[in-house]
């Protein structure tokens, strides 16, 4: 328990539960240099977090060993611990107990019968000897030595019964009831809004001793073992997210895009989101105003006509700047909901409504992104001076 508490000292061992948002901290093991791998929390989601194995940092240069996301990780540890005390599993573990200590009572047994057996040689023993002549001195010394080792025995097969009969003594009676109840509880206590993730990670470690993770690169899958504290082992294989992806896993084609947004945005436009959205050409070169052109040309789609009334939308850059906020609290406000805005295509850019800025939700919005910040950060920028040589 000391060693598990000492956070600074072993780095080997795992280290008791401590909160935070991830459940598997202090013992999830790497599973190729078997250092204790360490938690980093992502400022960009709340509830993001990822394991990271920082491999030997003692040397410089020599890099970090491997790292996954932390919140599948987690979502797979506890569903395979709700498992493991469901009722049938439940079940099956009063059953295995009650076949374990069946087999003890059956070593018992054949111990007490080894015992007579062994009581039996050695009064048989005893009556040789006391029937010896005395006159015959190395008979009775053999005679003597085989009561001797016949009483050696009884002692010893004495003392491993009395050893059983203590383990026996002191094993804990089965609640099968309590049991039961647990398993029809525990699910519900661990899904309460009110339970805290360090409850959550104690409740873990009574389970499990650690977690063994490694990742299998040519499955493109992270391989999780679990080492339960009985003894079992389970292994668990899940995706890994590929970083980078587009939808359907892969990069969307210039056909697909100039179909719809050909005419949307000017040709110029057009091939910057073109390479940002990382189009593969023909030949592999970037998107310019000309290939643009002459693909659009070739596919029969008219070109932008700044003639035609549309809505006046802007984009995410330009509306972090109307606004006073970063551009990832702008795509928040979008993803919840607050900011309507528009995509033609999935990894096109976003399109914001010009009117949408003055709407009540918004502002609301945005009062609560600044309320977010630190009360010291625009005195820090203020106070932020260009600090020349010599000065």
Known sequence: MLSENAYMQQRASRKAARGGRALLTGFVRCGRCGRIMHVFYGMRCGHA?????????????????????????DHAIATHIMEAISPLAVEAAIHATQQVIQADDDVRQATRRELEEASYEA??????????????????????????????????????????????????????????ALAH?????????????????RLTRILIQEVVVDLDDAAHEAVVTVHWTGGRHTE???????TGRYPDDRHPSP????????????????????????CKSGDGESWTTVRVRALRERLGIAGFDPTIPRSKTISVDETAHRLKICVGSVLRLIKAGVLPAQQ????????????????????????????????????????????????
């Open 49 to 73: 977090h990822r394991y990271q194995c920082r491999g030997d940092d003692a040397h410089v240069g020599a890099g970090h060993c491997i790292g996954i996301g932390g919140v599948r990780v």
């Open 255 to 278: 056909v697909e895009v100039i179909r719809k947004l050909g005419g949307q945005w000017p040709d110029k436009d057009l091939a910057v989101t073109m390479n940002r959205m990382r």
């Open 236 to 242: 668990i294989r899940m995706a890994r997210t590929r």
């Open 185 to 201: 509880d525990l699910p519900a206590a661990w899904n309460a809004p009110g339970a805290t993730m360090r409850t959550k990670q």
């Open 344 to 391: 033609l295509m999935p990894s096109a850019p976003w399109q914001v409504p010009l009117e949408a800025l003055e709407s009540q939700q918004v502002k609301l919005g945005v009062q609560d992104v600044i309320a977010r910040r630190p009360p010291k950060l625009l005195a820090r920028h203020q106070n932020k001076a260009l600090k020349l040589p010599g000065f």
């Open 123 to 180: 009064s048989l023993a005893a009556r040789r000897y006391e029937a010896v002549d005395p006159t015959k001195r190395l008979v009775a010394r053999e005679l003597e030595s085989r009561w001797n080792i016949a009483l050696e025995r009884v002692a010893q097969l004495e003392q491993r019964l009395a050893r059983m009969d203590e383990d026996a003594a002191s094993r804990p009676e089965i609640d099968r009831e309590g049991l039961l």
